[in-house]
């Protein structure tokens, strides 16, 4: 077998020899729109976009509610046609009386405009977009509870939320991906203007683009043309900021049942007013036994159903504290570009230019556990545990952890994939180069409260449906007593010498400052 051994030697010194031309040519690790199209973030930033990263989506979705609220008329423009449109629907849904397989297709359903890189997805920029449940959903609730969409007289507007309000199968990124479907003609525009402007010629490509704009009189979508910017031989959208929100909409399910002891005084329907009122007083305060979150939410929906026009009510006192919505998503894109842009290029610079992370030839096994050991340095030794840290406080999601640790990982030749559902639940990644050369990379918290089930039981199962020997197991803690934690339930279930479990240290209160040691 000397033949493979040399034939192996050649490749590595040729991958090698690749990794550190694109180096020496590079002088930095890609992750950013200004990495890839070569256009400073600053541009991009007065330009008043995102920008996106092309690794991974940024968790960001557009909010109807700011285009809504928003002194832009363009924005105000987008919210209006998406109205129009719903009301569209509503007409033809009462005359039809059922969804017809080619309703659905061509009216009812719409794709994720993938091409943003924002959202909910934690492996690049494939989101499940909107499905049957959604196109079903809108369809019933035209036809019920939304009857009156557009004629509403207690709201200043109307508002397309209405539908998640009342709807479980309908959240936040089914929302967002609705409205995305409606700005993508300003989206194309926009994005279009900048690289005219700012992009070279051999980073951008004509595209013909579908579903860009509904033709009344034809009741049709059209397809249109645009000059924009290609990556993986795809186009790629900008976004304002000015759009963007995090977490939830400012109109939302959640929000609403919160908040309907505050809607309850300026309901002018004195019946429906004693009726909620009652409601909290009976049902809620008056229990023998302190009712459980899911049941509140339970007997507030049924409420709810009863009397739609509390939807109206909680929209108007949304609409009467309009200037928060502005104020709040503007503070959560902040510390979404603080962690996922800021502090994730100088974690990438720091592992670029402190170690060999990007430099190391593949094995999927022996290349993941020496990675998250440079990883690991860095937060350790290199003043890399400042970049899990956002207003003095630590990241709390393990959400955004595997993000990060999809964007500073994905600069190797190694396949990095989130598993979604291997046939026995979820893992974090799994690593692989070629079919036979694969491992699992599982990151949690220490904070996570099922952190000794997931040790115990999860790993062994991935390892049987994934067809793979290999995991490794990578615990981020954030201070002495999570530290202790995690060493207690490493000690029970007998894997404190487990090599495979890696702890990394990301406490704020015991580092020096940073060495100069290089791996």
Request: net charge neutral; with cysteine.
């Amino acid at each position: 077998m000397s033949w493979w051994r040399n034939w192996r030697s050649i490749c590595r010194r040729k991958y090698e020899d690749y990794i550190d031309e694109r180096t020496r040519r590079l002088g930095k690790i890609k992750v950013y729109f200004s990495d890839f199209f070569e256009v400073d973030e600053d541009i991009i930033e007065e330009y008043g976009a995102v920008n996106i990263s092309l690794i991974n989506d940024l968790p960001l979705f557009i909010d109807p509610f700011l285009l809504f609220n928003s002194k832009n008329p363009d924005f105000q423009k987008i919210h209006k046609e998406m109205i129009n449109y719903l009301m569209f629907l509503q007409n033809q849904s009462e005359r039809t009386h059922k969804l017809t397989p080619g309703m659905k297709k061509a009216w009812f359903s719409f794709s994720e405009v993938k091409q943003t890189w924002l959202g909910f997805s934690l492996s690049g920029n494939n989101g499940c977009g909107m499905g049957n449940d959604f196109a079903n959903s809108l369809y019933e609730g035209l036809n019920s509870i939304f009857k009156n969409f557009g004629e509403e007289k207690i709201t200043k507007g109307h508002h397309m939320e209405k539908l998640c309000l009342i709807s479980p199968r309908v959240g936040r990124d089914k929302i967002s991906d609705f409205t995305t479907n409606f700005a993508k003609h300003y989206l194309l525009e926009y994005t279009q203007n900048f690289a005219k402007t700012y992009l070279k010629p051999e980073h951008c490509k004509e595209f013909s683009v579908h579903k860009v704009c509904f033709n009344w009189e034809t009741t049709s979508w059209t397809t249109e043309k645009y000059y924009l910017p290609c990556y993986a031989e795809d186009y790629v959208l900008l976004t304002p900021t000015a759009m963007l929100t995090r977490d939830d909409t400012f109109i939302n399910r959640i929000d609403m049942i919160r908040n309907l002891q505050e809607i309850a005084p300026a309901i002018s329907d004195d019946a429906l007013r004693f009726e909620l009122e009652t409601y909290f007083r009976e049902v809620l305060y008056r229990k023998k036994k302190e009712l459980s979150q899911t049941e509140k939410n339970d007997i507030a929906t049924r409420l709810i159903k009863q009397h739609p026009e509390l939807i109206d009510y909680y929209m108007k006192y949304k609409e009467d504290n309009e200037a928060e919505a502005t104020s709040i998503s503007k503070e959560k894109v902040k510390e979404v570009k603080l962690l996922f842009n800021d502090q994730i290029s100088q974690l990438v610079s720091l592992l670029n230019e402190k170690t060999e992370f990007y430099r190391k030839v593949p094995d999927a096994y022996d290349e993941a556990k020496l990675r998250v050991g440079y990883l690991k340095h860095v937060i350790e030794n290199q003043d890399g545990y400042k970049l899990f840290y956002a207003k003095g406080k630590p990241i709390k999601r393990e959400a955004d952890l595997q993000v990060i640790y999809r964007l500073v990982w994905y600069g190797s030749p190694l396949d990095v994939n989130r598993e979604v559902n291997n046939g026995r639940g979820p893992v974090d990644y799994k690593i692989s180069y070629g079919k036979e050369n694969s491992t699992l990379v599982e990151f949690k918290l220490a904070s996570n409260s099922k952190l000794k089930q997931n040790l115990a039981k999860q790993v062994e199962v991935y390892k049987l449906a994934s067809e793979t020997e290999r995991a490794i197991k990578v615990i981020l803690f954030f201070s002495e007593k999570e530290y202790e934690k995690v060493c207690t339930i490493l000690n029970e279930l007998e894997l404190s010498s487990c090599k495979d479990i890696i702890l990394i240290d990301a406490r704020n209160d015991n580092k020096e400052s940073a060495s100069n040691v290089k791996l």
